[in-house]
Every structure is written in structure tokens, then in C-alpha cells.
């Protein structure tokens, strides 16, 4: 990558999840946080995101309120789900030795169902977040890039992809 390589290029590749965000900046992991903010409904500021959004659920006072931008995989509140991203983003590079704190290039997992709008508001999160060139994936063909399917040759693989924030499924229509 060169000598100036990591003060000027980030990579990031970010799956935006029901329960969890996990964020990998140049090949490693270095988020995995609930997805849920804690904002200030008077200011609309964001108070906490995260693991401390998630300590403050349920047990704050009036004027904060955690919400989870994300619904099914997918984003349900477009401007929760903006907050979340820019300072998750910020959260990864904070203390990092870089001279551009903001991502370049920028891969957001989706669902493989997900509509246009959906794939629309994602991509208009993370350009308002500060994505400079952006990519969405389906999840499915994350998922086996990632256990090293090539996905280019002409055979079958099965992948299952079931996020935390799925409800739980009838396989068996019989089943308790």
C-alpha cells in the first residue's frame, strides 16, 4: 500500500444488523456494538451509541430515548440510523493514527430481500456519514466470500445467513 498508505486510505467494511454493527477498517474487526443510539429528544442530540446505548435502555430519564434505527435487517428510521453510522465511524477512528477521519471506500452489507428504498436509505446514510465511494452486498454473498466460496464458479453452495434480530421462524409447521 506504500508508505503513506494507511494515513491516507481507509477501507471499511460495515454489516448493519438488527442486534449488532460490526465494522472492519483495512482487513480487521474493529467494531461490534448493538445497534442502538441513546438521543436527547429535546436537543436531538446523540447521547450514547452502542454498548452504552444499550446500558441506558429502559432506564432513562425523560428527555433520552435509545432506538434501534434497524428493523428486520433493514433501516426503519432513516435518521437514527445516520447518528448510529457517523459515530460509529468516529468511534473506530478516534485515537487512530490518520490523517483523514472519514472512510474512503465504504461496503454495507444488506439484506438479500431488501427493496430499493431500503438499499436508497442505506446508501443515504452512509454517504451523509461521510462514505466517499460506496458499495452495497448482499449478506448471502458476504457470507461466502467470507468462508471462501468462489462465488464466480458454476456450483451449488447453500448459504444461511439468519441475523440476531430475525423472529423466530416456523420451519416445522407443527413445532412449539
Request: glycine share 10%; charged share 25%; with cysteine.
Amino acid at each position: 500500500m506504500g508508505l503513506f498508505g494507511n494515513l491516507f486510505h481507509n477501507e471499511i467494511a460495515m454489516d448493519l444488523g438488527t442486534a449488532n454493527t460490526l465494522i472492519m477498517l483495512n482487513d480487521q474487526v474493529v467494531l461490534n456494538e448493538p445497534s442502538i443510539i441513546a438521543v436527547d429528544t429535546i436537543t436531538g442530540e446523540l447521547v450514547a451509541l452502542g454498548r452504552k446505548a444499550m446500558e441506558m435502555h429502559e432506564k432513562t430519564p425523560e428527555n433520552i430515548k435509545t432506538i434501534r434505527p434497524l428493523k428486520d435487517g433493514v433501516i426503519s428510521n432513516f435518521h437514527a440510523a445516520e447518528q448510529m453510522i457517523r459515530g460509529m465511524i468516529k468511534m473506530i477512528f478516534d485515537g487512530k493514527k490518520s490523517l483523514i477521519k472519514t472512510a474512503q471506500k465504504m461496503v454495507i452489507c444488506i439484506p438479500y430481500g431488501a427493496t430499493e428504498v431500503e438499499k436508497r436509505a442505506v446508501r443515504d446514510s452512509a454517504e451523509n456519514a461521510g462514505a466517499k465511494e460506496l458499495y452495497l452486498i448482499h449478506e448471502p454473498i458476504a457470507a461466502a466470500v467470507g468462508i471462501g466460496i468462489d462465488i464466480e464458479e458454476p456450483h451449488g453452495s447453500m448459504v444461511i445467513d439468519i441475523g440476531g434480530g430475525l423472529q423466530r421462524l416456523p420451519l416445522y409447521p407443527y413445532a412449539e
